[in-house]
């Protein structure tokens, strides 16, 4: 079955530290991956999109990594600030019909 | 201000009402979706139209109807049999299918609740 699970559920961290979230998904064939922030209330919004042979990408203080091999990709954010604070949704496209499907997403919380 | 306009912010259903959520966009994209977000879970594809006068059943089609007559709108009815439509709502548009990169751009979303 064409899964995304992302980890953790939700995350509080402190203003300035890095954090990095999990994304592990069973799409096959894979497309591409793709990494949203959505604020609460709001639209997502698209952070980084990676295709097949790329290991990296970057979007500011975003990096994301994707290692096609084992499934899964990484979300990593350097200096965290109070803005970043929303969930951030992995959604991979592929699958027999090569759709989107959507993780659940992280919730980040920043806290002064 | 380019971009996807959805209306109205809120809305509300009295139970075996029809209501319809309005989408717009001028980003002169021919592709555009409906995605219903529900709490703990990814989002979940309801209609998509590739092309004016032509739209697609997505995953949870049952209870909601689509019209697509002009390219920059495709409103979303959510019908009585609609059992359990309270749910936040997501239109979202893109230049076209063709392209596998094609990246995918959102509005802010309707809450709908039932009264």
């Known amino acids: 079955k064409n899964q995304v699970e992302q980890s953790p559920q939700s995350l509080i961290i402190l203003e300035g530290k890095n954090c990095t979230l999990q994304?592990?998904?069973?799409?096959?064939?894979?497309?591409?991956l793709r990494w949203y922030k959505q604020d609460t209330g709001r639209g997502p919004v698209s952070l980084t999109i990676?295709?097949?042979?790329?290991n990296t990408k970057s979007n500011g203080r975003y990096t994301a990594t994707l290692d096609a091999d084992t499934k899964q990709s990484s979300l990593h954010i350097t200096a965290s600030q109070l803005s970043d604070s929303a969930s951030y949704i992995c959604?991979?496209?592929?699958?027999?019909?090569?759709?989107?499907?959507f993780g659940t997403g992280t919730l980040l919380a920043v806290q002064p | 201000d380019g971009g996807i306009t959805q209306s109205p912010k809120y809305l509300f259903r009295k139970e075996g009402q029809n209501v319809t959520l309005g989408c717009e966009q001028n980003?002169?994209?021919?592709?555009m979706y409906w995605y219903r977000q529900d709490p703990g879970q990814g989002l979940r594809l309801i209609y998509y139209?590739?092309?004016?006068?032509?739209?697609q059943k997505g995953d949870i089609a049952e209870g909601y109807s689509v019209s697509r007559e002009k390219k920059e709108s495709f409103p979303l009815t959510v019908t009585s049999a609609q059992k359990n439509p309270t749910a936040f709502y997501l239109c979202?548009?893109?230049?076209?299918?063709?392209?596998?990169?094609?990246?995918?751009?959102f509005g802010s979303g309707t809450q709908l609740s039932v009264l």
């Open positions: 979202a548009s893109s230049k076209g299918q063709t392209s596998t990169n094609e990246k995918l751009f």
């Open positions: 994304c592990n998904y069973t799409v096959s064939p894979f497309s591409n």
């Open positions: 990676m295709t097949f042979s790329e």
């Open positions: 959604v991979v496209k592929g699958g027999a019909t090569n759709k989107l499907i």
């Open positions: 980003l002169n994209h021919d592709a």
């Open positions: 139209s590739q092309i004016v006068n032509d739209f």
